[in-house]
């Protein structure tokens, strides 16, 4: 590997994107350090998805740079970013409904994989990583909304990626579920993947964050532990809410 | 993917291996079931004498191998296009104004046909791939539209005089048959099995997994390295050189061609609607659609007496009215949900 592999694996640099005249993002700076689970947390409308948009490449900001393993990747298309070894989830599963969810991780492993054959086998073997080889042959329009969630997480892995983005793949499941998600998220960055995720359950997000970065009307409010965050004020104040202060 | 052996959930490799196997199967198996169709049908025009039902049998083919080629854009692509009249037209006309003017072969002007289909497409797709859903559909319409008004004031092509070929005793170097239709409905039959064959070989390959992609949603597949536009482009060049050799046999088969009768927008939706009906973006809707639809509309023509243009295209409109509404995946779709069915029986 190059020499990079000492600094950051993330690098967002001062990065402001405005819609017209809503500003969904506002001077962002934040450093990812390799191997962390990094906690993305802030209430509605803070710019947690703009900012994820901004690193998977759907968006490009108006000012800023974002820097990948030491290269600047602000102008790469998302396809481009993602043979780099970025993939993400989306927040609303947008699983390939008319295949099934073989087809669907085959997809992503071709990112990585030369030949259909190899991406099958390599998808096979994403989809006993993230336990849903019971329904290797179900028709994706067909999941049950937690098994669409694990299925984006799978199609994501199944390209190979050093640095994963995921959106909200804990909400709305059930406590067990949740458990469960929690155990795969750890194992894959066990398996020494970076990962960035968006989540609003405290309670299951910071045990599992090594750090957070808290997003407030499109910039960053305070980063930190999360053992810090949630007695810092001014986070209370904008997202976690004087219930919290209580606790 | 170090971690990936101590995580694996305990049950074996036995599944992996199990599913390649059964995948393997599965794709020898379709395999064996279009060599049998293809036989089959290749030995039905020796059985059917009449010449009108192998007119017939000719047009079904024909068409069947056009709406295979144009579902491989619109089907697995899910870029509908309802312009695939242009290259048709094109192959068309290649092949009649080599042969009739020039007197070369009407084999290289399905080679060159093909392959300025191929660069029309390209070049029709640089800014309509950027439209999106209906729009594009809109833009192919209206492209195909003006290439029908240029040719209809190109006298170089025979303006709206069109073009005769000449006649020339049968003979497979001039594509010339006017004794015995059977070496129209193989040469119908070879295009289709080289659409088929393309189908069956590219739904496995790293495009076919990008269009399917593409189609159901280009955000996701982006995020997920492929290449959306270069996909589409892809897809569209490779159904217009198809089209355009469809284009180039129907011009020898019918020995006549003018604008209206090669390149009006009847002929866009007539390559669209039997994968429509069949099953859009599967190895066998096109073929099954066509059998449906090409049989009915030309025998009902015959009934109803003269060209009666309105009356098949209300018939088309009804059908896939029908469709849509009772089966929009197509009548393929119908035997696959019964072996489901019988499956959860079991």
């Known amino acids: 590997m190059s020499a990079n592999t000492s600094g ?16 969904a993002n506002r ?66 599963p947008r699983s390939f409904d008319s295949m099934n969810v073989l087809e669907n991780v085959t997809v992503g492993a071709l990112a990585r994989h030369p030949t259909a054959a190899a991406a099958r086998r390599a998808a096979l073997e994403t989809l006993e990583r993230v336990e849903l080889t019971h329904r290797t042959e179900a028709v994706a329009g067909e999941l049950t909304p937690p098994e669409k969630r694990r299925l984006e997480v799978a199609r994501a892995l199944a390209t190979g990626p050093s640095l994963l983005l995921l959106d909200e793949v804990l909400t709305g499941l059930t406590p067990s579920e949740a458990k469960a998600g929690v155990g795969l998220i750890r194992r894959v ?21 090594d750090r957070a970065v808290v997003l407030h009307l499109g910039s960053v409010l305070a980063q930190g532990l999360p053992a810090e965050l949630v007695r810092d004020d001014a986070v209370i104040t904008a997202y976690l809410g004087e219930r919290h202060r209580a606790a | 993917m170090a971690g990936t052996t101590i995580t694996a959930a305990p049950t074996g490799s036995l599944p992996l291996d199990e599913s390649a196997r059964r995948f393997t199967a599965k794709r020898r198996r379709s395999l064996y079931v279009g060599a049998v169709v293809f036989a089959a049908l290749a030995a039905l025009p020796y059985a059917i004498r ?14 069947a191998a056009l709406s295979q080629s144009w579902n491989i854009l619109g089907g697995y692509c899910g870029q509908i296009s309802l312009g695939h009249a242009l290259y048709f037209g094109i192959g068309a006309y290649a092949t009649s104004i080599l042969f009739v003017n020039y007197g070369i072969t009407p084999w290289a002007g399905l080679g060159l046909g093909a392959v300025i289909a191929a660069l029309v497409a390209l070049a029709i797709g640089w800014p309509c791939f950027r439209l999106g859903g209906h729009y594009f559909s809109i833009a192919t319409i209206v492209i195909a539209e003006a290439g029908l008004l240029l040719v209809q004031n190109w006298d170089f092509v025979g303006g709206a005089m069109g073009v005769q070929w000449p006649f020339n005793p049968d003979a497979w170097a001039t594509l010339q048959f006017a004794q015995d239709k059977v070496p129209y409905v193989h040469l119908a039959l070879g295009l289709f099995v080289a659409t088929w064959l393309v189908t069956y070989g590219v739904a496995e390959s790293r495009w076919g997994y990008g269009w399917r992609a593409v189609k159901d949603d280009p955000a996701a597949a982006q995020s ?14 490779i159904s217009a050189f198809f089209t355009a050799i469809g284009g180039g046999l129907y011009a020898a088969y019918v020995s006549y061609i003018d604008p209206e009768s090669v390149m009006s927008f009847r002929f866009s939706l007539l390559f669209a609607l039997p994968a429509v009906l069949g099953g859009v973006g599967t190895l066998w809707g096109a073929l099954v659609g066509a059998v449906i639809l090409i049989p009915i509309t030309e025998i009902s023509r015959s009934y109803l007496g003269g060209t009666g243009s309105g009356i098949d295209l209300i018939f088309y409109g009804a059908l896939v009215m029908i469709v849509s509404l009772a089966r929009p995946e197509g009548v393929l779709s119908l035997f696959k949900r019964t072996r489901k069915a019988r499956n959860a029986e079991i």
């Open chain 1, 8 to 23: 950051p694996i993330l690098r967002v640099d001062d990065v402001t994107l405005a819609f017209g005249g809503l500003v």
């Open chain 2, 224 to 237: 997920l390295g492929v290449e959306v536009f270069r996909s589409k482009m892809a897809a569209a060049a």
């Open chain 1, 189 to 209: 960055a066990e398996a020494g993947v970076t990962v960035i995720m968006v989540e609003h359950v405290m309670e299951v997000v910071m045990p599992l964050v």
């Open chain 2, 50 to 63: 009449d010449v009108y039902l192998q007119n017939v049998l000719v047009l079904t083919l024909l068409y």
């Open chain 1, 27 to 92: 001077d962002v700076t934040l450093d990812v350090a390799r191997g962390e689970i990094l906690g993305l947390i802030g209430p509605n409308g803070a710019g947690k998805s703009t900012l994820f948009n901004l690193i998977s490449g759907v968006y490009r900001p108006n000012r800023g740079r974002i820097l990948f393993e030491g290269a600047d990747i602000t102008r790469l298309p998302p396809a481009e970013r993602c043979r780099r070894g970025i993939a993400r989830t989306f927040q609303v």
